[in-house]
């Protein structure tokens, strides 16, 4: 499957200019896009969550190599050195909402979000499982 590219801030500007409410121009809005967006990577660089309103929180994490799994402890000299993680913890209202899409496209047959299709591997495991028929067919990129 071909790699999409996230919403930009460009992209977003016009969503939003787009808008019936908005009172905005686009330029103005982009700007306070990449302010605050400038602003989310500082404080995730410096180690603070960001909460994004109706869309959940970033937590960034701080990883250390415990030694499982046949891979030796973090050393200094050694290797596998401390390294960072985010988690993304979505808010429970969009968990929902997402989830009631997903099923009712499935119930009409668009098996995945409208930019996020199955892949073929879900696809498999889906039928096999008995939640989409045999002969369902994985949706062509536009």
């Known amino acids: 499957m071909a790699r999409i590219r996230g919403l930009t801030a460009n992209q977003m500007a016009k969503r939003i200019c787009d808008r019936k409410d908005n009172v905005y121009d686009k330029k103005i809005i982009e700007n306070i896009l990449n302010m ?18 109706k869309v959940g929180t970033i937590i960034p994490e701080l990883k250390v190599h415990e030694g499982n799994f046949n891979l030796s402890i973090c050393n ?7 390294y960072t993680k985010l988690r993304i913890r979505r808010n429970n209202v969009l968990g929902n909402a997402m989830n009631k899409i997903l099923v009712e496209n499935m ?7 409208e930019k996020l299709p199955f892949s073929r591997q879900q696809m498999d495991i889906l039928k096999k499982s008995g939640f989409i028929p045999e002969d369902a067919k994985i949706r062509k990129e536009e």
């Open 36 to 53: 605050y967006m400038d602003e989310c990577r500082k404080a995730l660089l410096s180690g603070e969550r960001v909460q994004i309103s």
């Open 76 to 82: 200094k000299d050694g290797g596998n050195p401390p």
């Open 107 to 113: 119930e009409n047959g668009i098996y995945g979000l």
